[in-house]
């Protein structure tokens, strides 16, 4: 995967612990800390998209749906 050079602007202080973490051999350099970390947030927001369209699911119906077709009893099973 290819990589791309974008210039943002950021808080200094935020910068200042950026660099900490760079010092302290953390992360090789600003652009690896940064792309981990949008990395981890970008991961973050998509288990929480994920748990906000699994809300959304009716249990019952889901139930329901799962167990369509399945006999109760084990003689109504087709032959393999």
Known sequence: MGKAKIAI??????????????????????S?????????????????????ELAKLDPDYEKALAEEGIATDGTEWPEF
Not at 14 to 19: F, K, P, S
Not at 37 to 51: H, S
């Open 9 to 30: 602007t950021i808080d200094e202080k935020i910068v200042g612990r950026l660099d900490k973490l760079v010092e302290r051999a953390t992360y090789s350099n600003r």
């Open 32 to 52: 690896q800390a940064i792309e981990a970390a949008l990395r981890e947030q970008l991961q973050r927001l998509d288990r929480t998209r994920l748990t906000r």
